[in-house]
């Protein structure tokens, strides 16, 4: 009696994931709801449960092999189980709560298993029911409204892709929905997208044909890398950009980090500029709202945040992934100082939470600690700016017809151009590097 | 005693069934169907298709009757209807029917269980029959066990002298007199061809026009004047109130409107509507949510409270039609396989075979104004204005076609007239697609047919018809190949 164990929906638009690594291997007994693989999607790393308990008879896939949804993953050899028998990996409903996509497992990882909806409940009392189809344990998107003006075979392909036809607007004759009009949105179904609007935006595929006989690798766009590629390439082309530089003496900043290195490592941690970075701006876009804030394309309304999260670039093996401090303005240098450190791990590691990822107000990009003077970010859309700090040089300057050698740091603030003015940009930075220079101003700007 | 196991098990072998079934075992499902009766179900065999055989057979004696002499035909003498041979032409046609159903599904592999389910838990079924009873399980079930005819208190059915449409359907004589309670389209379809083979018909209906709130208006009108012609007395606002036997025949008391008054006849036949058999095969006991109405409760994918049982056609909700159940069964035969589906059809097509026929597609005008559609185009095409139907003497009727007015997008077809249910499959097309009057006005439509009247109904709502005197084109109305949003 053998089991096929299927990739199941492992996110909101994620149709195929690359295998990463196996947790188990042949001949291993596995139990049910026991992780048995890690699978790399464009959005996160997962790893997979069984949902039955068996013995892995075979291995169905490599690693480092594109899955798709409902690919079989592996065959297990199960007592009990009727011949031939499909399953997917989704936890059972006695284990459910042991599985919300949030819990960690027990080394410590995280799963982001798909939680089964209401409906896997709602069997009566006294019959226990088997759970195996994927439908009854993922969202059911709804069925398209009367209004939707779609053929049904578009219809049928918007359910198969997980768009939901509701949410479109058509760009068809008299608001027709047309099949590239589901294909667009499931390429750009993208965490940031907020509006079917900006995520319905024709990016054109242009062919590379490289000279004959030239030495050339081709490797598959995919991933991280195909989704850094979509959401950078449709932020420039949603966002008017502009970018405003300036030096700031950052000498007591310095100054202060300094002092207090021994508070640091008493609480068990490091703490580096970027927390002060942090809280110096939510100091400034508390003055300049513009800054927190989103354009909403589909509505035409400016959307004011009243929360700030922080998003900080990092730099990780598989790409750029930007994790988020949420409700920033409500912590301490040292509990962001040991957020970041964590996040920033497990970002190396590519084990971070879809959700920890999503969120960002508004960001900031450190690629000074690698190097340059100055760089021109990119707005993580929907977003409207990005502030680049960058490395802490000594300089010589001339003050009060005297050489006076200071720490100089530089800034950048890149700001959407729809929203907000240059003028603007340049007072904001004025706030902004009043409390970098002077970090006591922070005090008063104590809440 | 060991059961026997499957992964699909479908109960009742009906239009949603059978379909249902041979979807599952196409898409690799071990699969089994279980059938109390004759396969094909109610559709097949007491319902759908020995009506339209009983009806197409006294549709063409009414037109030796009636057309033939018009045309040149000298007919000498009455022609004679042999009721018995008629029946048994009627059967015939089941049975070929029946038994291709039973063909299909042994050619798909889908093992035929004979007898009477009942669920005996969630996963295991009882089946009894002449041979005894048995136990099968299933890993998921599809409930598709039809309705039945609904009767009223104090004329139980007895299909001899009070009927429902399954005794009807095997009168092996004529009725001298039919009193039919209920003009709903069951009703309808048997007065009409009772009538037309020589039966005295009453029909009694409780609303205040017969067909009332299934179909456009305009469509019963053009019907209620052709049952006047052919014979047939429609009493509205009528309610039966008691029956009872005498040595003349059945006596009915019928309320009209206040005033009582006695019916007498040889024949009864009720046509209430249907209800749905979700109180049998111990549904209700297993847990299944079952609503007021009788309904099985399911959501977009036919998936009831219990995960593994799914349940389709009649039993789960209205329209009652065959169509529907059809396309049920292959929808969750799928889901079953994990592909990813839910019910989404923009329309159910609805067709009445009474004569003329009537079928209608999308909306009514009353239910886009519901939609909130304020601003519609509504026009119709006539029939008697067709070449097609001139030439087979079919001329009563119409295509009416409702489009919005600012994007032309069909909302509904109502055509009644000759062969309007195979007319009504282009619209049903038309509004899947989320057509425009201009894609039917500009589709070239094949010449002399019926089937032009949809493109000059098409036209005739955009203002200018070819083959109708309509109004001088307006500016508006000068282009339409695409100037509209």
């Known amino acids: 009696m053998s089991i096929e164990v299927k990739l199941p929906e492992i996110g909101e638009g994620v149709t195929e994931g690359e295998l990463v690594r196996w947790l188990v291997k042949v001949g291993d007994l596995v139990k049910a ?20 308990a068996g013995t892995v008879k075979a291995l169905k896939a490599k690693e480092g092999d594109v899955i798709k949804v409902e690919q079989v993953l592996v065959e297990l050899e199960a007592a009990g189980a009727p011949a031939g028998a499909s399953v997917h990996p989704t936890p059972s409903s006695a284990k459910s709560n042991a599985h919300t996509p949030t819990a960690p497992t027990a080394n410590g990882r995280t ?75 499931q390429t750009h179904a993208a965490p940031t997208t907020t509006s079917a609007t900006t995520s319905s935006i024709n990016i054109p595929r242009q062919a590379y044909q490289g000279p004959v006989g030239a030495v050339e690798e081709r490797i598959p766009l995919r991933g991280i890398r195909k989704k850094i590629a979509e959401n950078l390439q449709m932020a420039k082309q949603i966002i008017p950009h502009f970018t405003l530089m300036d030096e700031a003496n950052v000498s007591q900043l310095v100054q202060l980090r300094e002092s207090l290195k021994g508070l640091a490592e008493k609480e068990g941690t490091k703490i580096t500029y970027l927390p002060f970075v942090m809280k110096a701006l939510i100091a400034s876009i508390r003055h ?25 670039a990092a730099d990780t093996p598989n790409g750029l992934v930007v994790p988020v401090i949420k409700n920033a303005d409500q912590k301490t240098i040292v509990e962001i100082s040991k957020e970041i450190i964590d996040l920033s791990k497990r970002a190396r590691e590519g084990k971070l939470k879809p959700e920890e990822m999503k969120g960002a107000t508004i960001t900031i990009t450190n690629i000074g600690s690698v190097g340059g003077t100055y760089a021109t970010p990119i707005i993580n859309h929907p977003e409207v700016a990005i502030l680049g700090m960058y490395k802490i040089q000594d300089k010589v300057i001339l003050e009060n017809d005297d050489f006076k050698v200071i720490k100089a740091m530089n800034f950048t603030i890149t700001a959407d151009h729809r929203l907000i003015d240059g003028a603007v940009a340049a007072n904001f930075l004025k706030v902004f590097f009043q409390r970098i220079e002077q970090p006591g101003v922070l005090m008063a700007d104590m809440i | 005693m060991s059961s026997q196991n499957f992964e699909v098990i479908v109960v009742g072998s009906g239009p949603g ?40 057979a006294s549709h063409f004696l009414h037109r030796a009757q009636h057309d033939a002499p018009e045309m040149g035909f000298e007919i ?78 104090g004329f139980t059915f007895d299909e001899k002298n009070i009927l429902s449409s399954t005794g009807a359907l095997a009168l092996d004589a004529v009725p001298k007199k039919l009193v039919v309670i209920g003009g709903g389209y069951i009703g309808l379809e048997i007065s009409s061809y009772l009538a037309k083979l020589g039966a005295e018909v009453t029909v009694v209906e409780f609303n205040s026009s017969l067909l009332a709130g299934v179909v456009d208006a305009e469509c019963s009108q053009v019907v209620s004047r052709r049952l006047k012609k052919n014979g047939i007395t429609v009493l509205l606002n009528a309610k039966a109130t008691q029956q009872k036997r005498t040595s003349n025949g059945i006596e009915v008391t019928i309320d009209v409107e206040g005033k009582v008054q006695t019916l007498t006849c040889d024949k009864l036949l ?12 111990n549904l209700k ?80 005008e009353e239910e886009a104004q519901a939609k909130g559609h304020k601003n519609l185009l509504i026009s119709k095409f006539p029939f008697g204005a067709n070449g097609r139907a001139v030439s087979m003497m079919e001329t009563e009727g119409f295509v009416k076609i409702i489009a919005t007015a600012d994007t032309h997008i069909v909302l509904g077809v109502h055509i009644v007239g000759p062969e309007a249910s195979n007319l009504i499959s282009e619209a049903a097309l038309a509004i899947e697609m989320a057509a425009r009057l201009e894609d039917l006005a500009l589709t070239i439509h094949p010449h002399p047919t019926l089937g032009e009247t949809m493109m000059e109904a098409a036209e005739a709502t955009l203002g200018h018809a070819i083959h109708i005197i309509q109004k001088p084109l307006t500016k508006n109305t000068k282009s339409t190949g695409g100037v509209h949003p």
């Open chain 2, 285 to 364: 006991e297993i847990g299944l949510n079952i609503d007021e109405r009788g309904f099985i409760k399911t959501n977009s994918q036919r998936q009831t409270n219990i995960p593994h049982i799914y349940a389709i056609g009649d039993l789960v909700g209205q329209p009652m039609l065959a169509h529907k159940a059809s396309h049920e069964g292959v929808m969750v035969a799928e889901i079953l396989k994990g592909m990813n589906r839910v019910f989404d059809a923009k329309t159910i097509p609805a067709v009445v075979f009474t004569d003329p026929e009537i079928a209608s597609a999308g909306m009514t």
């Open chain 1, 288 to 312: 300049f709202p513009q800054f927190n804030a989103s354009i909403d394309d589909a509505s035409q309304e400016i959307v004011y945040k009243k929360y700030f999260n922080i998003g900080f």
């Open chain 2, 76 to 153: 000498s003498g009455p022609i004679k209807v042999n009721m018995k041979k008629l029946l048994s032409w009627k059967d015939s046609v089941v049975a070929k029917m029946s038994g291709g159903v039973g063909q299909l599904l042994k050619g798909n592999n889908v093992t035929i269980i004979k007898g009477e389910a009942r669920f005996k838990t969630d996963k295991e079924i009882t089946v009894t029959s002449k041979e005894g009873t048995k136990t099968f399980s299933a890993q998921k079930f599809i409930l598709a066990t039809g309705s039945r005819p609904v009767e009223i208190p």
């Open chain 2, 17 to 56: 069934g059978y379909v249902a079934a041979i979807r599952a075992a196409q898409l690799g499902f071990k699969t089994a169907i279980i059938e109390r009766e004759a396969l094909g179900g109610v559709c097949l065999n007491v319902g759908c298709i020995p009506s339209k055989a009983m009806i197409s």
């Open chain 1, 33 to 52: 709801d026991q992780s048995i693989v890690e699978v790399m999607t464009d959005k996160a790393t997962v790893e997979v449960p069984t949902p039955t």
């Open chain 1, 111 to 185: 799963t982001a298993t798909v939680a089964p909806p209401p409906s896997a409940n709602l069997a009566s009392a006294g019959l226990s029911s088997v759970n195996t189809t994927r439908q009854e344990t993922k969202t059911l998107l709804p069925p398209a409204d009367l209004h939707v003006l779609a053929t049904p075979a578009t219809r049928r392909l918007a359910r198969e892709m997980n768009v939901d036809i509701n949410q479109l607007k058509g760009s068809g004759l008299a608001g027709r929905v047309t099949r590239e009009d589901i294909l667009q949105n």
């Open chain 2, 270 to 281: 009720v046509t209430v509507g249907r209800r749905p058999n979700s109180d049998q095969a």
